[in-house]
């Protein structure tokens, strides 16, 4: 078949006009921005002024409420501002306080001391500052010196050490584990098996040390994963390949606020969940109104559990957003490699343990995608004399940030289509975090090892990734319903038809919480969340539905203690009302947390959920079995779900949609004979 590369459609251009983006943001504040270098700044100096020598663990903006940005957002020309407020989480003289700023005031609000289970995360000066004083811990170079490794060539690396059941005030500690280079920058695939170094945090004092066996390190030869170190053969390389964009975008950008085709929605910065996406609204043109879907969404934790129970890996069972930050572990994205060329960037800010705001430059990308893929096609061959064909390109909207926490990178996309829908994906990439063994073949195996043997010496761990994405949907106004509408088989009674069976659509409207707890794959059935006092033309209820990707399930006992802490993957969908304070489902403290503030925990109370104002939890994830093609470096494996309007308009959105203005590309081949 000849390629339709003759009429390929051309996007952003690689030099980006400077009119998508609006000053208005200089004197301009959305409720909902993130706070800026210079509040930030103002944060530390209020805080500082009256309290002396604290770490901060978290600066975000303590959003307003709901209803004032809801009303902000109807009267924007007219209305004020709500007051800038900071939420900040520090630790002082061993407690962990949290400070609302009021930087309209230039005052502190409130000043909370907790006194609960659980610590904030870690800062990136902490983890450096234990990891250096391990690689100086007298008993850690003898055993290196024992081991007749370098002590130049050794990486620490330090690990959250979760709970097992120990009652009382626990110590902020991390266990420092080992990593050698010598050869190779990929550290994680040298792992210096059998120590631990247990690290106080905030005495910074090392206060047990364990070097339990000795394993060969694995080989450096083969882990280097960079361009400039690797040698043939080499894979065929493909010819040039851009994307290109002469008429420029197609979006525009005012501060965080982006606005694309019939979307409109928010973009803000967060140290701990990385990318919000907040105030989203799809423009009607039928109604010529724009329609509210999403008020706030966002990854709310990502739990990796691995399955090792030997005594330098039981404890591995991290909680990635609350214990290190998503947004924390954010990476300068990469023009042309992590973005494509018609790409524009944004930055983010954070804080240091100091309270000094940092710049994190190119967190995120906004592009345009198109990759061949059809938003609609029909072909008529039924009517006699005529062939009628109708299709439109799709062309998609993509918001994308990476954030690399420690060994794995993952890749987080937010696409929108102007269908409507609105897709959510995560790549996983970056490399394994292996355990040194003695085995350099699958036949000298003879126990549990947990994982599976990559290479010499190298066992690839069993664990899991469960994403729990935060999803406040206020589909066509704030009060909805949560419809589970059930795929019943029905057996055929009499002689009313030839046929014995069919299927039939039974729905239940959840009344409160304990009725919305859905685990995915029992049996089929159609989720929705429904706008109960809004309807069709014809009658049906306006709406939206979770499309899942593949379901997955945590496989851990109830009782388990990482499971007690990760309580919040047991079901794939929680329905809550809404509720400014629960925002994290694995705790706003998570580090050492004992399960006690979590989504499981709230959703006891069972509280009504029809007809309100209610959110949305929904977990994805993947059981990772290692494979040798994951060694040294793991291709991208994807996992996402969409969320799909169902019956939210009257018809077809995308019927009239008018395709992108077509530009012939003069070297390209229009048939196989114009191949080379």
Excluded at 232 to 253: E, H, N, W, Y
Excluded at 614 to 622: A, K, N, R
Excluded at 648 to 673: A, E, G
Aim: a negative charge; glycine letters at 6%.
């Amino acid at each position: 078949m000849a390629p339709a590369c003759n009429t390929l459609l051309f996007f952003l251009f690689f030099t980006f006009p400077l009119s998508i983006f609006s000053a208005a943001s200089i004197h301009f504040h959305h409720p909902l921005d993130p706070l800026t270098l210079q509040e930030l700044d103002q944060v530390r100096t209020i805080i500082t002024a009256s309290h002396h020598n604290l770490t901060f663990h978290y600066v975000g903006l303590d959003e307003p409420d709901k209803s004032i940005v809801v009303s902000w957002l109807a009267h924007r020309t007219t209305a004020k501002t709500p007051p800038r407020r900071a939420l900040v989480i520090a630790r002082l003289n061993h407690q962990t306080h949290q400070f609302i700023v009021d930087l309209s005031t230039h005052s502190i609000v409130s000043d909370e001391i907790y006194s609960g289970s659980g610590f904030p995360m870690l800062t990136f000066e902490e983890q450096t500052a234990a990891n250096s004083l391990a690689l100086t811990h007298a008993p850690f170079r003898a055993s290196v010196g024992r081991r007749g490794l370098k002590m130049e060539e050794i990486v620490g690396l330090s690990s959250t050490v979760g709970w097992y059941g120990e009652e009382g005030t626990s110590r902020r500690i991390v266990k420092v584990m080992f990593c050698y280079l010598d050869g190779t920058v990929n550290l994680y695939m040298r792992p210096i098996e059998g120590i631990t170094v247990t690290v106080d945090l905030d005495e910074m004092k090392v206060i047990a040390y364990h070097d339990r066996l000795m394993v060969p390190v694995p080989k450096a030869d083969g882990t280097d994963f960079r361009e400039s170190k690797q040698k043939p053969p080499f894979g065929p390389r493909l010819k040039g390949i851009t994307v290109v964009q002469p008429d420029g975008p197609s979006f525009t950008i005012h501060g965080h606020q982006i606005s694309w085709a019939n979307w409109d929605f928010h973009l803000a910065f967060d140290m701990r969940a990385g990318p919000i996406i907040s105030v989203a609204s799809i423009y009607d043109v039928e109604k010529k109104e724009q329609r509210r879907v999403l008020y706030r969404g966002y990854i709310s934790e990502l739990f990796v559990p691995y399955m090792d129970l030997t005594e330098e890996w039981y404890f591995r069972t991290f909680f990635d957003a609350g214990e290190y930050g998503f947004g924390l572990c954010a990476m300068p994205l990469q023009p042309l490699t992590d973005c494509p060329e018609n790409a524009v960037f944004m930055d983010g800010y954070v804080t240091g343990q100091n309270g000094t705001p940092v710049n994190m430059t190119n967190v995120f990308c906004i592009f345009e995608r198109y990759a061949g893929d059809i938003m609609w096609r029909h072909t008529e061959a039924e009517i006699p004399g005529k062939l009628i064909t109708e299709s439109r390109p799709e062309v998609s909207l993509v918001v994308r940030m990476v954030s690399a926490v420690g060994n794995y990178d993952y890749i987080i996309d937010w696409e929108f289509l102007q269908s409507g829908s609105i897709k959510l994906s995560v790549g996983l990439s970056g490399v394994l975090e292996v355990r040194g063994t003695a085995y350099t073949h699958v036949d000298q195996i003879h126990e549990e090892v947990y994982g599976t043997l990559l290479a010499d010496n190298t066992l690839g761990a069993y664990h899991d990734h469960f994403l729990t994405y935060h999803l406040d949907l206020d589909v066509d106004g704030d009060t909805n319903s949560f419809v589970k509408s059930n795929l019943r088989k029905t057996l055929v009674s009499g002689n009313r038809s030839p046929r014995r069976s069919y299927w039939t659509v039974v729905s239940e409207t959840a009344k409160t919480e304990s009725d919305a707890k859905i685990q995915l794959g029992l049996k089929p059935a159609e989720l929705l969340v429904v706008n109960p006092n809004k309807r069709t033309k014809v009658g049906n209820y306006v709406g939206y539905r979770l499309i899942p990707g593949s379901v997955v399930g945590p496989l851990l006992t109830d009782d388990d203690y990482s499971q007690r802490r990760g309580a919040f993957t047991r079901y794939n969908v929680w329905i809550t009302p809404y509720n400014k304070s629960e925002k994290w489902v694995g705790g706003l403290y998570t580090d050492q947390s004992r399960g006690d503030d979590t989504l499981a925990q709230w959703s006891l109370r069972d509280r009504e959920i029809e007809n309100k104002d209610i959110v949305m939890w929904y977990t994805m994830g993947f059981h990772h079995v290692p494979y040798q093609e994951d060694f040294p470096l793991m291709p991208t494996i994807s996992g996402g779900f969409e969320l799909r309007p169902s019956n939210f308009f009257d018809s077809n959105p995308v019927l009239k949609v008018k395709p992108p203005r077509q530009v012939k590309w003069p070297s390209c081949p229009t048939s196989i004979s114009d191949l080379p």
